[in-house]
Nanobody
Framework: QVQLVESGGGLVQPGGSLRLSCAAS????????MGWYRQAPGKQRELVAV???????NYADSVKGRFTISRDNAKNTVYLQMNSLKPEDTAVYYC??????????????WGQGTQVTVSS
């Protein structure tokens, strides 16, 4: 059984920074892509950033230049460094692990979500 544990959300003023972490645990052989999505009230869940096993990254246009995604393959952990935060970044942020290979097979997993609120 694979579990994703997220941390690092909270309340921050506009222009501030936060760092999200997501650690995947279990009998994991490999994870192809790890990413972050977010969902604001009344809106659909959207991709924020993703990084694959080779280190290639992709970002939503709205966060380019402000957010940085990284991963530690040895720890099965993905990070999202968020700088210059804006009120429109307020949302629940979800970690996603794509094509997780375990002894049971290949599957995608989601974290429970962590709230990020940007407000003065």
């Amino acid at each position: 059984q694979v579990q994703l544990v997220e941390s690092g959300g909270g309340l921050v003023q506009p222009g501030g920074s936060l760092r999200l972490s997501c650690a995947a645990s279990g009998s994991i052989f490999s994870i192809y892509a790890m990413g972050w999505y977010r969902q604001a009230p009344g809106k659909q869940r959207e991709l924020v950033a993703v990084i694959d096993s080779g280190g290639r990254t992709n970002y939503a246009d709205s966060v380019k230049g402000r957010f940085t995604i990284s991963r530690d393959n040895a720890k099965n952990t993905v990070y999202l460094q968020m700088n210059s935060l804006k009120p429109e970044d307020t949302a629940v942020y979800y970690c996603n692990c794509n094509n997780v290979v375990t002894i049971q097979g290949v599957k995608d997993y989601w974290g429970q979500g962590t709230q990020v609120t940007v407000s003065s």
